[in-house]
């Protein structure tokens, strides 16, 4: 590292990537290519009463239409829990969840006949915020429960916390659903090498689960499988849940041709994962000498219908709900709540980016109540070395939060004390 800090290092895949010599997935081409493209619901919860594959089977070009009936091996795929339909066999539980697989001579015979598919469904109520999922007899999107993940942390007494506390600020705080707008859109190609050998050319941040996930669709030994990553186009996160692996691969398994598929920007945004939409109760409390003496936090996570990383997400949102700030009593609780909504996962800050938005509301408003600058306020309570975190850490090095406000407050010409 001491190598790099401080230093102009050419980042290593800028020149091919300037000159366009960068290869992305879309970017492959295989003699005798085919093309597959998921039929998705347009529903976000309910079942498939019907669906009528007769004049997009009929058409000249398309080569076969795959449904959940046909996947040889596990249905479901996921980075945590295996709960995210490679095609949906029961549930739907999400706009946008994938039906049945389209397999076609060309782009434009792909879109013409998923088209032509028609689906009858049988639709029911869902629940789209946290209240709604929240309520006793609301419909159930997760396993018997709304609720993926609850964590509880405590330290000290919040409760005699507060009887000390000069001010308190309680508030309500709340974060959108965010997407990561990558500006590649999710794309792989599929095909068998000469060994017998399942290629799936990706562009993936964890090419490791994506083997797991393809091979348990297939039902073959993970060493019968090979996930080339190829040059990323952005990810942010969002590149760590599968989207197109498992259809490329299961296209190929039956036609043992190579396939390409790639989303659309519509369909890009309409499916992948989103940064965690999550409101968040704070109540704050701080002594006459301007020390933080208590924190109740309850913070509540979208987490949408599968679970991606949602329980690592909230977590992340407790851990960090005191922020980087010295507080002897605290009552955290932390939840990831299932909607019919997109499901949600990783984007940068991991949660720690929404509560950020709360901890530092509430440093701003206490800093005002004891009318101590909002620098200064921070820096009297901020971490330090042997410092104690909420979960019981005890910071022994690289705590440079002190160090840090020093040098803005020299900018500011502020004297911290």
Known sequence: MLNTVGKNIKKEDSFEKVTGRAIYPDDIEFDDMLYAGAVRSSIPFGRVKSI???????????VMIINHNMIPGE???????????????????RVGDPIALVVAVSKQVLEKAIDLIKIEYEEYEGVFTIDEALKE????????????????????????????????????????????????????????????????????????????????????????????????GGAFGVREDITVQCHAALASYYTKKPVKVVYSREESTITHCKRHSIKMYYKTGVDENGKLCALKARIYGDTGAYCSWGMNVLRKAAVHAAGPYEI????????????????????????????????????????????????????MNSVKIGSILPTGQVLESSVGMKKCMEEIAKLDEIVLE
Not at 158 to 185: M, R
Not at 357 to 366: C, G, K, P, R
């Open 52 to 62: 009528d594959c007769s004049k997009a089977s009929a058409m000249e070009g398309v």
């Open 75 to 93: 249905k479901k795929h996921g980075v945590v829990l295996k709960d995210q339909p490679v095609l949906v066999d029961d549930l739907i539980k």
């Open 328 to 379: 002897p009593n605290v009552d955290i609780e932390s939840l990831a709540v299932y909607t019919n909504n997109s499901f949600c996962g990783a984007m940068r800050g991991f949660g720690a980016a929404q509560a950020a938005v709360a901890y530092e509301s509430q440093m701003d408003e206490l800093s005002r109540l004891v009318k101590i600058n909002p620098l200064q306020f921070r820096y």
């Open 137 to 232: 007899g609301a419909p159930v999107i997760g396993d018997k429960t709304n609720i993926l993940y609850d964590l509880k942390i405590k330290r000290g007494d919040a409760h005699e916390g507060f009887k000390k506390a000069k001010y308190i600020v309680e508030n309500w705080y709340s974060t959108p659903h965010i997407d990561h707008a990558v500006l590649q859109p999710e794309a792989a190609v599929s095909r068998y090498d000469e060994e017998g050998n399942l290629e799936v050319y990706v562009a993936t941040q964890y090419p490791h689960y994506d083997r797991e996930d393809v091979s348990r669709c297939l039902g073959l030994n993970e060493e019968k499988v090979k996930i080339i990553n190829m040059t990323i």
